[in-house]
């Protein structure tokens, strides 16, 4: 995959320490300017096509140790007059090392060296000692044909597959496939993509946290994508033969909306925003959190979010998604990649974006189911 950027983030900053463009991607730390204590470097590297692999480092600094002295070691033996140096905040300054006597390495370095060649040159168990350690060489097997990936999988649907996990599926499991637990399962080594149907279904109708990112896609393109996780990042389950059984369905029409072109009534957006809650828990918060406060240089906050406030925009995106489209929320840029979300009913639609438009501070106006059906 080819790399667009690499973004560099310290903690929880919002603004990049540096946006590498060109290779050698280096980057000089001065950690004299960072805080004493536990820190996290947090690297997200953006592939062309959408893909985003996310690395977090934890490290400590520490550059001013409490007292270093000079001239006394501890537990030590001292008499007379010691002159001791006292070294505090002072992370440049040079540690004299301790002086030996260099006689002492020489007669040390003979002793040992001469007690070696002693016991192999001397002692009758030497050679049982060598043969154990070791023993004859063996030929080497060469590796099997096909190693790594099942056989009769068909490269050109491996290829469209590959081409459409860049675009929907490497954001959150990224480009190798070692997605980002907790929040997002690694899909390498992942014993349960045994299933062929269950990775059809999940991948269309969307399973817990993850929405249907292939709600809207063709079989082929179902099979395509289905196929290459199958048999990519080391796994080899085989060709997909099977196609997904079920359309998710949506659910049932509440009761009690406030009918077309009819205002909303508080009790009714606070009824809506209630189940929009839950909603957003399953569908939404493993991108853009809980708090809403979103993952800094991949995924945008909504809590004060004033895309927000454009409600037509607020329900094309959440209705339709965003594909590669770059996004601006309080200066900072996102090149997110969001799925649609076009299998979910007008009323359920209608809950997630009230509710996102009321939590965190928020308070803009509720969306109703009408608003919603008109937009599809």
Same mark, same amino acid.
């Given at each position: 995959?080819?790399?667009? &950027?690499?973004?560099?983030?310290?903690?929880?900053?919002?603004?990049?320490?540096?946006?590498?463009?060109?290779?050698p +991607?280096?980057?000089?730390?001065?950690t &004299?300017?960072i *805080?004493?204590g536990?820190?996290?470097?947090r690297?997200?590297?953006?592939?062309r096509?959408?893909?985003? /692999?996310?690395?977090?480092?934890p490290?400590?600094?520490?550059? +001013?140790?409490d007292?270093?002295?000079?001239?006394?070691?501890?537990?030590?033996?001292?008499?007379?007059n010691?002159? $001791?140096?006292?070294?505090?905040?002072?992370?440049? $300054?040079?540690?004299?090392?301790?002086?030996?006597n260099?006689?002492?390495?020489v007669v040390?370095?003979?002793?040992?060296?001469?007690?070696?060649?002693a016991?192999f040159?001397?002692?009758?168990?030497a050679?049982?000692?060598?043969? /154990?350690?070791?023993?004859?060489?063996?030929?080497?097997?060469? *590796?099997?044909?096909g190693?790594g990936?099942?056989?009769n999988?068909?490269?050109?649907?491996? /290829? @469209?597959?590959?081409s459409?996990?860049?675009?929907?599926c490497?954001?959150?499991?990224?480009?190798?496939?070692?997605g980002?637990p907790?929040?997002?399962?690694?899909l390498?080594?992942?014993?349960?993509?045994?299933?062929?149907?269950l990775?059809?279904?999940?991948?269309?109708n969307?399973?817990?946290?993850?929405?249907?990112?292939?709600?809207?896609?063709?079989e082929?393109?179902?099979?395509?994508?289905?196929?290459?996780?199958r048999?990519s990042?080391?796994?080899s389950?085989?060709p997909?033969?099977?196609?997904?059984?079920?359309?998710?369905q949506?659910?049932?029409?509440?009761?009690g909306?406030a009918p077309a072109?009819?205002?909303?009534?508080?009790?009714? !957006?606070a009824?809506?925003? @209630?189940?929009g809650?839950? $909603?957003?828990?399953q569908?939404?918060a493993?991108?853009?959190?809980a708090n809403?406060?979103?993952?800094p240089g991949?995924?945008?906050?909504?809590?004060?979010n004033?895309?927000?406030?454009?409600?037509?925009?607020?329900?094309?995106?959440?209705?339709?998604?965003?594909?590669?489209k770059?996004?601006t929320?309080?200066?900072?840029?996102?090149?997110?990649?969001?799925?649609?979300f076009?299998?979910?009913s007008? &009323?359920?639609?209608?809950?997630?974006?009230?509710?996102?438009?009321? !939590?965190?501070?928020?308070n803009l106006?509720?969306?109703?189911?009408?608003?919603?059906?008109?937009? &599809?």
């Amino acid at each position: 995959m080819v790399v667009d &950027r690499i973004e560099v983030y310290l903690d929880g900053a919002s603004e990049p320490l540096a946006v590498l463009k060109e290779p050698p +991607y280096r980057l000089n730390l001065d950690t &004299r300017k960072i *805080p004493d204590g536990e820190h996290v470097l947090r690297v997200l590297t953006h592939f062309r096509g959408g893909g985003l /692999e996310i690395k977090e480092i934890p490290f400590t600094v520490n550059n +001013y140790p409490d007292v270093l002295v000079l001239g006394v070691d501890e537990g030590g033996e001292v008499s007379g007059n010691v002159e $001791l140096r006292l070294s505090v905040g002072e992370p440049e $300054l040079p540690v004299e090392p301790v002086r030996f006597n260099p006689i002492w390495y020489v007669v040390a370095s003979v002793i040992v060296l001469g007690s070696i060649w002693a016991y192999f040159a001397l002692s009758p168990t030497a050679e049982k000692v060598a043969a /154990e350690l070791a023993p004859p060489a063996q030929e080497v097997q060469a *590796p099997k044909e096909g190693a790594g990936q099942a056989a009769n999988v068909d490269q050109a649907l491996m /290829e @469209k597959g590959k081409s459409i996990y860049e675009v929907h599926c490497a954001a959150c499991h990224q480009a190798n496939g070692q997605g980002m637990p907790p929040a997002f399962p690694a899909l390498a080594g992942n014993p349960n993509l045994k299933d062929a149907q269950l990775v059809l279904n999940v991948i269309k109708n969307g399973r817990g946290a993850m929405p249907a990112v292939g709600a809207a896609f063709s079989e082929e393109d179902l099979k395509a994508v289905a196929t290459y996780i199958r048999n990519s990042f080391g796994n080899s389950f085989g060709p997909v033969e099977t196609t997904p059984a079920g359309e998710t369905q949506g659910a049932a029409p509440a009761t009690g909306a406030a009918p077309a072109g009819q205002a909303m009534s508080p009790q009714e !957006a606070a009824a809506l925003a @209630k189940e929009g809650e839950d $909603l957003y828990a399953q569908h939404c918060a493993a991108c853009h959190q809980a708090n809403g406060q979103g993952v800094p240089g991949a995924f945008p906050p909504l809590a004060g979010n004033p895309n927000l406030k454009d409600k037509t925009y607020h329900i094309q995106v959440v209705l339709k998604g965003l594909q590669n489209k770059p996004i601006t929320v309080n200066g900072q840029t996102y090149q997110g990649v969001m799925p649609a979300f076009s299998q979910l009913s007008d &009323r359920e639609i209608a809950a997630i974006l009230t509710y996102e438009r009321t !939590a965190w501070g928020n308070n803009l106006e509720p969306v109703s189911e009408a608003e919603v059906k008109a937009a &599809r």
